[in-house]
Nanobody, 116 residues
Framework: QVQLVESGGGLVQPGGSLRLSCAASRSIFAINFMGWYRQAPGKERDLVAVISSNGVTNYADSVKGRFTISRDTARNTPSLQMNSLKPEDTAVYYC??????????WGQGTQVTVSS
C-alpha cells in the first residue's frame, strides 16, 4: 500500500498562484501515469492534469495555459503549478498515482480556495 499526502493548498486571491505537491509513504515504481484531480462542492471529481511515464501531459480545457503538471523526480510524485487562479478553481485537489499493475492510489486531498 502507498499513502499519498498532498500539500500546498490554501486561500489565494484571484490571479494568484499556488503550487501543490504530493508525498508518498514509500518509493513508487512502475508508474503508468500520475495526476491531479479536483472536486468542487456538489460536483463530481474531475481530471485537472495528468502526466504519463514518458512525460506526455494532458490538461482539462479549463486550466490549459494556467496550470502546469510536473513529476517530482526525487519523490516520483506529481506536482502542480497553478497560476492565474480563478474563483472557479476552488475545490479539493487530489493527487493520484496509477501503476502498471493496475494499482491505483489517491491522496486525501488539499483545499484550494480562490477568493478576494
Amino acid at each position: 500500500q502507498v499513502q499519498l499526502v498532498e500539500s500546498g493548498g490554501g486561500l489565494v486571491q484571484p490571479g494568484g498562484s499556488l503550487r501543490l505537491s504530493c508525498a508518498a509513504s514509500r518509493s513508487i515504481f512502475a508508474i503508468n501515469f500520475m495526476g491531479w484531480y479536483r472536486q468542487a462542492p456538489g460536483k463530481e471529481r474531475d481530471l485537472v492534469a495528468v502526466i504519463s511515464s514518458n512525460g506526455v501531459t494532458n490538461y482539462a480545457d479549463s486550466v490549459k495555459g494556467r496550470f502546469t503538471i510536473s513529476r517530482d523526480t526525487a519523490r516520483n510524485t506529481p506536482s502542480l503549478q497553478m497560476n492565474s487562479l480563478k474563483p472557479e478553481d476552488t475545490a479539493v485537489y487530489y493527487c493520484r498515482t496509477h501503476l502498471n499493475d493496475g494499482s491505483d492510489y489517491w491522496g486525501q486531498g488539499t483545499q484550494v480556495t480562490v477568493s478576494s
